[in-house]
C-alpha cells in the first residue's frame, strides 16, 4: 500500500498550489480521502475531504472557498487545489485514506507560503 503525495513547494501569498497524492496497493475506489496538514508546533489538522462514493466534499473552515478536493478513481488520484494561499497555510500536507476497517497515510509534502 502506498499513498503519494506531490506538489509541494514554496509559493508567494495570494499564489496557487495543487497538490497530488497517488494511491497504489487497495482499492481505491472504495476509500474516502482526506487531506490533512501540520505546522510546526501545532497539532495536525484536516483541511479537506471526499467521500468513496458520490464524492461529497468537506471543507474546514479556514480554507473554505479557497482550497478545493478532488478525485479521479480511474487514475487513483485524489487531487487538492490550493488558491489564495496565505502565510498561515504553511504546513506539511498528508493526504489520508479511509476505509472500512483501515486507513493509510502518505509520507506528506512540504508547503511553504512566503514572499
Known amino acids: 500500500v502506498q499513498l503519494v503525495e506531490s506538489g509541494g513547494g514554496l509559493v508567494q501569498p495570494g499564489g496557487s498550489l495543487r497538490l497530488s497524492c497517488a494511491a497504489s496497493?487497495?482499492?481505491?475506489?472504495?476509500?474516502?480521502m482526506r487531506w490533512f496538514r501540520q505546522a510546526p508546533g501545532k497539532e495536525r489538522e484536516l483541511v479537506a475531504a471526499?467521500?468513496?462514493?458520490?464524492?461529497?466534499?468537506n471543507y474546514a473552515d479556514s480554507v473554505k472557498g479557497r482550497f478545493t478536493i478532488s478525485r479521479d478513481n480511474a487514475k487513483k488520484m485524489v487531487y487538492l487545489q490550493m488558491n489564495s494561499l496565505k502565510p498561515e497555510d504553511t504546513a506539511v500536507y498528508y493526504c489520508?485514506?479511509?476505509?472500512?476497517?483501515?486507513?493509510?497515510w502518505g509520507q506528506g509534502t512540504q508547503v511553504t507560503v512566503s514572499s
Open positions: 471526499i467521500t468513496s462514493v458520490g464524492g461529497v466534499t
Open positions: 496497493g487497495f482499492t481505491f475506489r472504495s476509500y474516502a
Open positions: 489520508k485514506a479511509v476505509g472500512r476497517d483501515d486507513v493509510y
